[in-house]
């Protein structure tokens, strides 16, 4: 059913998309199925848990091989990290790696539920700011 009206392009950090759907890397039993499922999806911007996927060792498979950071938006994230500092290092190596500066921070508060800790998030984001990247923040409405 049409409505008649046109949605809104999603533009993120001055980068225009026709989706608005974002996959991860993330639970896919090898990077050809995760670029199968990209594909599949029509996603044009993917998540890379940059702490679990290889990004640069020659002697391993890459998932640069298999999903092109030229045709797709790669959204490096700190999954796994529990600091500011272990979420700004993980970032600032993705981006030594890739060159990307949109970037998920994520820092994690609670091994069980996976809520972030804000307080260190804030941290952690004043830091990637002032370090000129582009951040999108996993976090909850509620800073303590």
Do not use: H
Request: proline content about 6%.
């Amino acid at each position: 059913m049409s409505t008649g009206v046109e949605p809104k392009p999603l533009v993120i950090a001055g980068k225009t998309y026709r989706s608005r759907l974002i996959i991860g890397t993330g639970k896919y039993k090898s990077y050809e199925q995760n670029a199968q499922a990209l594909e599949a999806s029509g996603a044009e911007i993917v998540t890379v848990a940059v702490r679990r996927v290889n990004l640069t060792d020659p002697n391993q498979p890459k998932l640069v091989d298999f999903i092109d950071p030229k045709k797709v938006t790669y959204l490096p994230n700190t999954a796994g990290c529990f600091t500011g500092e272990d979420a700004v290092r993980t970032l600032r190596l993705a981006r030594e790696a890739g060159g990307w500066n949109l970037v998920k921070l994520e820092v994690l508060g609670d091994r069980k539920t996976l809520y972030p800790d804000m307080l260190e998030t804030l941290r952690a984001a004043e830091m990637l700011i002032k370090d000129d990247f582009q951040v999108m923040v996993y976090c909850n409405d509620d800073p303590m």
